[in-house]
């Protein structure tokens, strides 16, 4: 099992920034590719960004490329989402997902999801 868990999420006025963190355990997180993922209240999960297992891949979904930046440091297990110039349609609770060697934008591809973290952005 690998356990994720998000932090960083929060209010913020629009035009504003936010970093989301995911911290993982329990496997070789070099060995993961992870995304990040958002779902809004009564929309189904969509895919946010991505980054392969050396960090040297990224996908962004076309509504947030530009703004925002998915990293991670594999000495620290974690993978971040920095995010730019938030407007009030970035409104979600954000995830983070894991899935073994790959990366991809479908959620189904993922193995393994941390609880997620609300971040509200007021207009």
């Known amino acids: 099992q690998m356990q994720l868990v998000e932090s960083g999420g929060g209010l913020v006025q629009a035009g504003g920034s936010l970093r989301l963190s995911c911290a993982a355990s329990g496997r070789t997180f070099s060995h993961y590719g992870m995304g990040w993922f958002r779902q809004a209240p009564g929309k189904e999960r969509k895919f946010v960004a991505a980054?392969?297992?050396?960090?040297?891949?990224?996908h962004y979904a076309d509504s947030v490329k530009g703004r925002f930046t998915i990293s991670r440091d594999n000495a620290k297990n974690t993978v971040y989402l920095q995010m730019n110039s938030l407007n009030p349609e970035d409104t979600a609770v954000y995830y983070c997902a894991s899935q073994a060697w790959r990366i991809g934008v479908r959620a189904d591809d993922y193995n393994y999801w941390g609880q997620g973290t609300q971040v509200t952005v007021s207009s």
């Open positions: 980054i392969s297992i050396s960090g040297g891949s990224t």
